[in-house]
């Protein structure tokens, strides 16, 4: 599976906007980037995915890079109960059929 | 409705015991998955079912461990002989079929403690 990169802490105000950002450099063309999170005590949740286009639902935006080596998990008004531990992991099409390599996340911290 | 369930949510063992986790899939949900959560770390995939086969158990670290779901629904993952490093948070997970489109959804875990 091609690795991807977090930074392993951030901090928030609570109601700004969050930023998470995920490198994959390795990325291939099948591979969708996927976003979980891990609340304190809890089993990770699902977030977001996406494959070329920026995505947007109830809980986030993903922003993805044009040349998709990068993507950005956007929390646009960071609450109380969105610090977890966020994983960005690459999900290949082709050749994964169920497993999902989690790497060690970004620790987010909200402040109020 | 109900989401995916796992018993005992704590296991306390002996060094050389053997355990049973149990995971509760999500009714209808076909495929499911083992992980296994060290502290400060991210989730470890150790097996994957199709229904009631093993597609994928490349994550089990050795042969003390097992895992089975003999009608494609509950599972159970064994351990042999314990050891101090097990010890560990045991996650599992369904989704309505294979295949990385599929969400996954985790319980919330077997914290297991082997002294």
């Known amino acids: ?54 995505v947007n639902n109830r809980m986030a935006s993903l922003a993805i890079a044009e040349d998709r080596k990068s993507s950005t ?40 | 409705g109900a989401g995916v369930s796992q018993t005992p949510s704590n296991k306390v063992t002996e060094k050389g015991k053997y355990v049973e986790l149990r995971c509760d899939p999500i009714s209808g949900h076909t495929a499911l998955y083992w992980y296994r959560q060290s502290l400060g770390q991210g989730p470890e995939f150790l097996i994957y079912f199709q229904g009631t086969g093993a597609a994928d158990d490349s994550g089990l670290p050795n042969d003390r461990f097992f895992a089975v779901r003999p009608e494609g629904s509950v599972s159970t993952l064994k351990i042999q002989r314990t050891e101090r490093g097990d010890s560990a948070v045991y996650l599992c997970a369904s989704s309505l079929a294979s295949g990385p489109l599929n969400t996954q959804y985790f319980g919330p875990g077997t914290r297991l403690t082997v002294l």
Request: aromatic letters at 8%; one cysteine or more; a negative charge.
């Open chain 1, 73 to 112: 998990l956007i929390l646009h008004r960071a609450t109380l109960r969105d610090a977890a531990v966020y994983y960005c992991i690459l999900r290949d099409v082709n050749t994964n059929a169920g497993k999902s390599t989690f790497g060690d996340g970004t620790t987010l911290t909200v402040k109020p």
């Open chain 1, 1 to 54: 599976d091609a690795k991807t990169t977090q930074p392993n802490s951030m901090e928030s105000n609570e109601e700004e906007p969050v930023h998470l950002p995920c490198n994959h450099s390795t990325i291939s063309g099948t591979d969708y980037i996927h976003w979980y999170r891990q609340l304190p005590s809890q089993g990770p949740e699902y977030v977001i995915h996406g494959l070329t286009s920026n």
